[in-house]
């Protein structure tokens, strides 16, 4: 089946630097990643949409200058999450889209994610 | 514009006994919608999804789930809980309109599952 790979699983940094995380699909070829920030005991939000080879979409009230988004190639996208402060500490997820013909049969998979905390 | 409430945060069941989560959903256009399960420390798995197909839909587990277009709904059931349903559920709804919000998922606040021995 289609997995989607998340590194690190867990980082810890110090605040004002800057963290990488990295999401890759390791048996399929994704156009489209998503990212996805969970704070404790609430839901997943939508953070941007990431295609290959084009700047990523960011929705409503994030800051791109903050999250940048890398899409590279067709099985890797990075978050790098720059000048870290303690309220970025959150659990990063990115998903990535199979296509399967038929876009209503879409679905997207998942990583593990990575959890941040910024001291 | 597309929003997903799932009107429990916190659902107890013993073992053996069925289980219900419900879900609200509101969209602009035809939506798919989807149960996604997460456990501690892991990814988020799916459940089972809804595509405009049959309105049952059957899913891992021995869970499913029924669209009903007519009151905006789509409720996980199980008919008999295991220890290992224990976890997080989230409902989520996905549209595709005119391709500008392909793939964009909006989940539900979730509802955590604890099953009782």
């Known amino acids: 089946g289609a997995v989607v790979s998340q590194h690190p699983s867990w980082v810890i940094c110090k605040s004002g630097t800057s963290v990488k995380i990295e999401c890759r699909s390791l048996?399929?070829?994704?156009?489209?990643m998503f990212w996805y920030r969970q704070f404790p005991k609430q839901s997943l939000m939508l953070m941007a949409t990431?295609?290959?080879?084009?700047?990523?979409?960011?929705e409503q009230g994030v800051e791109k200058d903050k999250f940048l988004i890398n899409h590279a190639s067709l099985t890797l996208s990075t978050l790098t999450v720059t000048s870290a402060h303690p309220e970025d500490s959150s659990f990063y997820i990115c998903?990535?889209?199979?296509?399967?013909?038929?876009?209503?049969?879409?679905?997207?998979?998942f990583g593990p994610g990575t959890r941040l905390t910024v001291t | 514009a597309q929003s997903v409430t799932q009107l429990d945060s916190h659902v107890s069941v013993s073992e053996g006994t069925p289980v219900l989560l419900r879900c609200n959903y509101s969209?602009?256009?035809?939506?798919?919608l989807f149960w996604y399960v997460q456990h501690p420390n892991k990814g988020l798995q799916l459940l089972l999804k809804y595509t405009s197909a049959a309105t049952l839909v059957k899913g891992i587990n021995g869970f499913e789930a029924e669209f009903k277009k007519s009151e905006t709904s789509f409720h996980l059931t199980k008919p008999s809980a295991h220890m290992s349903d224990a976890a997080e559920y989230f409902c989520v709804v996905s549209t595709n309109a005119g391709g500008t919000s392909y793939g964009k998922l909006t989940f539900g606040q979730g509802t955590i599952l604890t099953v009782h021995p």
């Open positions: 048996d399929f070829q994704a156009t489209t």
């Open positions: 969209s602009s256009y035809s939506p798919s």
């Open positions: 990431s295609n290959e080879g084009s700047k990523a979409t960011y």
């Open positions: 998903s990535a889209i199979l296509l399967a013909g038929d876009t209503s049969l879409l679905q997207q998979y």
